[in-house]
């Protein structure tokens, strides 16, 4: 009991740094996970069973059915940092809030637009502010686990990390009234290892983004909205912070130019039940050197990305957040 006491006191009094104003991300030697997914976007599904041969035409008495060995169940996909979706869906994420003034002014906005949104909550700034949690979820958004403290979980014991989840999850469990199934770990870092983990004992499927507006380091309204509006495809999950003014300063501009490209807004959660994995594209046949060399999907990427004006709600290629990733 008294550790658990000391241990919760030393957790608000980090909170209220923490929540203020994090400390900026610790340069990590980690690679972010949505520039290396070890895990592939899709995996070949399972053979499909040989057809059974009609049974109509014998009778049931005289052939006992042989028992078929039960397909192999596909696997399940544990980490997303983009979805595969039909139609101009999008979602747009939160994290390290809820903050006291700045989460409920974005509420405000995403109300006025009828947008959800999706928040990937600190444990300690839901204990510090439970009632903007609870009007979070009652405007119907989604609320995700973004461990209790903020700290690179990839510097942690196991023991650590486990707390730093459980309690979280217990926290916002109390006050939304229900347990997230979704878990976004700080900076992004979170070994392939951790995330099946995450996925057996919590449930837990590990959100990462593919759209990094990097407001928690230009703190620049124009610079987010450049960034998002630049980078965003069906599909994506956008990376914000709602505990900086100068992020919620640029979501008013942010939001309409999305809806006015076209884009809806789901909660991560609506997006995943949307993805479907793309087939295998078939490979090109071979070209003589005389062919004109196609462009590759990387140049498409990085040319459509630069073209503000294109909206490109179908588009299948994805971008990945590299380099400077917070989370
Ligand atoms: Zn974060």
Redesign the pocket.
Known sequence: MLRLLAFSFLSTAFCFTACAD?APAAPTTTVAPAAAPTTPETKPAAPAEPAKPATAETPAAAAPTQPTPPAAPAPVKVSYNRCNVDGPYIAITF??GPHGANTPRLLEMLRQRGIKATF?L?GECVAEYPEIVKQIVKEGHEVGN??WN?PNLLKLSAEKVEDQIDRTHNVITQEAGAPPTIF?P??GNFTEKQRQWAHDKWGYTTIIWDVDSLD?KHRNPAKTESIILSTTHAGSIILC?DIHKTTIDAMPSVLDKLLAKGFKFVTVSELIKMNHEVPPTPKAPKKTLTAKPEAKSEDVAKAKSTDKSKVAPQKKTTTSSKKTA??
């Open positions: 994090p994290d390290d990937f600190v973004h461990s903020h976004r700080p900076y928690w912070h917070k989370g």
